[in-house]
C-alpha cells in the first residue's frame, strides 16, 4: 500500500506535530509513504529526522500519480493536491460557519477527516456533502509521563500551580483567564499561575502585549510567563511540576495540550463547548457550562463571520469556583483522565486514516 502524503512535518504548529504523529504511525502500519511536506521541515528529535528524511528523498523516484493522497492542511487550500488517486483531507476549525471557498474545497474531496462529532455536525449544518469520518487526535503517552524529579521552582512544593499551554489568543480565552485568575484569589493565597503562550504568528511586540497585562495585573506577581518549551520532553516535565491545567477556550479545533496535561494525572478546568467535548467529559474534567454562543471576532484571526462559545458573568463565576475548589480541596490528580488517554493514541488516529483511503468500495 502507496500513500501520498502531503502536510507540515514539524513540532511548532499544531497541524505540524498533528501530521509528523500520524505519519509515524503510518509508517509502524506498513503503509508505504511518498512524502510531499507543505513548508519546512523542522523536527526536534534525531529518531524523527532518520526515519523521515530518507523517505521524502525516495519520494523522488518513487511518487505515483495514481495512489491516494492523504493532505493534512487548511480547508480553505485543498485546490492543490499530489496526483490523481482518491483524495482524503484532514483539517481543523473552531468556528461554527464556515465561508463559500472553505466549502467549495472541502465538496471537492473524497473524504474529509475531522477530530470531532462537533466537526462532523458544523460541516453538515454548512452544507459540505462529502463523507466525513472523525478521526480524533491523540497524545505520545512515551513522552507525557512522569518524570520524578521536579522540574520548575521545586522549593515552592506548597503552592498550588495552575497551567495554560497554547499560543496568546482571544479564542483560546486567555483575556478571561486572567480575570478569572484575579477573581479567584487573593495576594494570600499560595498559588501561581504558569503561562506558556508564545504565539509564532505574532510580532514580539504583541506577544509582549499579552505578557505585561498578566505581569502588571492585581495577581502578576503570582503569574509566570515561561518561554516556549524547546522539546516536548521539556513540556512534560513542566506539567509534571503543576497541579491543574486550565483551558477557557471559547472554541478549539482539538487542543492537544488538554490531552497532554491529562496524561500527567492533572486536574482539567475547560469550556463545554467545541472539539474537546470529543474527550472532556464530566468525569475527567471540570466543565464551563456554555450557554450561547458569540460573533467570532478578534481584529487578528477571527473576523466575526462565524460564532464561539459567549463567555460572560455566568461563565466567569462557574470557572472561579472550580479554581477555587481545586485549590481550597488539594485536588492534584485526575483518574478518569489518565483513563481518558489512553483511548487517543496516534496508532488508533492513523488506523482509521488507513482503512478508508484504501478502501476500494468509496
Same mark, same amino acid.
Not at 458544523?122 to 459540505?128: A, R, S
Not at 515552592?156 to 489568543?169: A, L, P, R, S, V
Given at each position: 500500500?502507496?500513500?501520498?502524503?502531503? #502536510? /507540515?512535518?514539524?513540532? %511548532? !504548529?499544531?497541524?505540524?506535530?498533528?501530521?509528523? $504523529?500520524?505519519?509515524?504511525?503510518?509508517?509502524?502500519? *506498513?503503509?508505504d509513504?511518498?512524502?510531499?511536506?507543505?513548508?519546512?521541515?523542522t523536527?526536534e528529535?534525531v529518531?524523527?529526522k532518520?526515519?523521515?528524511?530518507?523517505?521524502?528523498?525516495?519520494?523522488?523516484?518513487?511518487?505515483?500519480?495514481?495512489?491516494?493522497?492523504?493532505?493534512?492542511?487548511?480547508?480553505f487550500?485543498?485546490?492543490n493536491?499530489?496526483g490523481?488517486?482518491k483524495?482524503?483531507a484532514l483539517?481543523?476549525?473552531?468556528?461554527?460557519?464556515?465561508k463559500?471557498?472553505?466549502?467549495?474545497?472541502?465538496?471537492?474531496?473524497?473524504?474529509?477527516?475531522?477530530?470531532?462529532k462537533?466537526a462532523?455536525d458544523?460541516?453538515?449544518?454548512?452544507?459540505?456533502k462529502?463523507?466525513?469520518?472523525? #478521526? /480524533?487526535?491523540?497524545? %505520545? !503517552?512515551?513522552?507525557?509521563?512522569?518524570?520524578? $524529579?521536579p522540574?520548575i521552582?521545586?522549593?515552592?512544593? *506548597?503552592?498550588?500551580?495552575?497551567?495554560?499551554?497554547?499560543?496568546?489568543?482571544?479564542?483560546?480565552g486567555?483575556?478571561?483567564?486572567?480575570?478569572?485568575?484575579?477573581?479567584?484569589f487573593?495576594?494570600?493565597?499560595?498559588?501561581?499561575?504558569?503561562?506558556?503562550?508564545?504565539n509564532g504568528?505574532?510580532?514580539?511586540?504583541?506577544?509582549?502585549i499579552?505578557?505585561?497585562?498578566?505581569?502588571?495585573?492585581?495577581?502578576?506577581?503570582?503569574?509566570?510567563?515561561?518561554?516556549?518549551?524547546?522539546?516536548?520532553?521539556?513540556?512534560?516535565k513542566?506539567?509534571?511540576?503543576v497541579?491543574?491545567?486550565i483551558?477557557?477556550?471559547?472554541a478549539?479545533?482539538?487542543n492537544?495540550e488538554?490531552?497532554?496535561?491529562? #496524561?500527567?494525572?492533572?486536574?482539567?478546568i475547560?469550556?463545554?463547548?467545541?472539539?474537546?467535548?470529543?474527550?472532556?467529559?464530566?468525569?475527567?474534567?471540570?466543565?464551563?457550562?456554555?450557554?450561547?454562543?458569540?460573533?467570532?471576532?478578534?481584529?487578528?484571526?477571527?473576523?466575526?463571520?462565524?460564532?464561539?462559545?459567549?463567555?460572560?458573568?455566568?461563565?466567569?463565576?462557574?470557572?472561579?469556583e472550580?479554581?477555587?475548589?481545586?485549590?481550597?480541596?488539594?485536588?492534584?490528580?485526575?483518574?478518569?483522565?489518565?483513563?481518558?488517554?489512553?483511548?487517543?493514541?496516534?496508532?488508533?488516529?492513523?488506523?482509521?486514516?488507513?482503512?478508508?483511503?484504501?478502501?476500494?468500495?468509496?
Open positions: 500500500m502507496k500513500l501520498n502524503f502531503q #502536510a /507540515p512535518i514539524s513540532t %511548532n !504548529t499544531g497541524y505540524g506535530i498533528t501530521s509528523t $504523529n500520524i505519519l509515524k504511525s503510518l509508517i509502524e502500519l *506498513d503503509v509513504i511518498s512524502l510531499f511536506p507543505i513548508g519546512d521541515v523536527l528529535s529518531a524523527d532518520n526515519l523521515i528524511e530518507p523517505i521524502f528523498q525516495k519520494t523522488q523516484v518513487s511518487y505515483n500519480q495514481n495512489d491516494p493522497n492523504l493532505k493534512i492542511w487548511h480547508q487550500d485543498l485546490a493536491r499530489i490523481k488517486g483524495y482524503g483539517v481543523f476549525f473552531e468556528v461554527d460557519k464556515l463559500p471557498n472553505e466549502i467549495n474545497h472541502l465538496n471537492n474531496v473524497d473524504t474529509v477527516f475531522v477530530s470531532s462537533w462532523v458544523i460541516l453538515k449544518q454548512n452544507g459540505v462529502t463523507k466525513t469520518i472523525v #478521526a /480524533p487526535l491523540a497524545v %505520545n !503517552t512515551n513522552v507525557f509521563k512522569d518524570y520524578g $524529579n522540574y521552582f521545586p522549593e515552592k512544593t *506548597d503552592t498550588y500551580k495552575f497551567i495554560n499551554i497554547g499560543k496568546w489568543e482571544i479564542r483560546k486567555h483575556d478571561f483567564l486572567l480575570e478569572a485568575f484575579n477573581n479567584a487573593t495576594e494570600e493565597d499560595k498559588v501561581e499561575l504558569y503561562m506558556l503562550n508564545h504568528f505574532l510580532t514580539e511586540q504583541e506577544n509582549k499579552w505578557a505585561n497585562m498578566y505581569k502588571q495585573s492585581k495577581l502578576g506577581n503570582k503569574i509566570n510567563i515561561m518561554p516556549r518549551a524547546a522539546t516536548h520532553t521539556d513540556l512534560a513542566i506539567i509534571r511540576d497541579d491543574c491545567g483551558f477557557p477556550a471559547r478549539e479545533g482539538w492537544n488538554i490531552l497532554e496535561v491529562m #496524561a500527567l494525572n492533572k486536574p482539567i475547560t469550556t463545554n463547548y467545541s472539539a474537546h467535548t470529543e474527550y472532556c467529559t464530566a468525569d475527567n474534567a471540570y466543565l464551563i457550562d456554555i450557554d450561547g454562543l458569540t460573533q467570532a471576532e478578534d481584529g487578528k484571526f477571527f473576523d466575526g463571520s462565524g460564532n464561539w462559545a459567549d463567555l460572560g458573568q455566568k461563565q466567569m463565576e462557574q470557572t472561579v472550580y479554581m477555587r475548589k481545586v485549590y481550597n480541596e488539594g485536588i492534584k490528580t485526575n483518574s478518569a483522565g489518565l483513563e481518558t488517554v489512553q483511548k487517543y493514541t496516534w496508532e488508533n488516529t492513523a488506523s482509521i486514516i488507513k482503512t478508508e483511503m484504501f478502501d476500494a468500495t468509496t
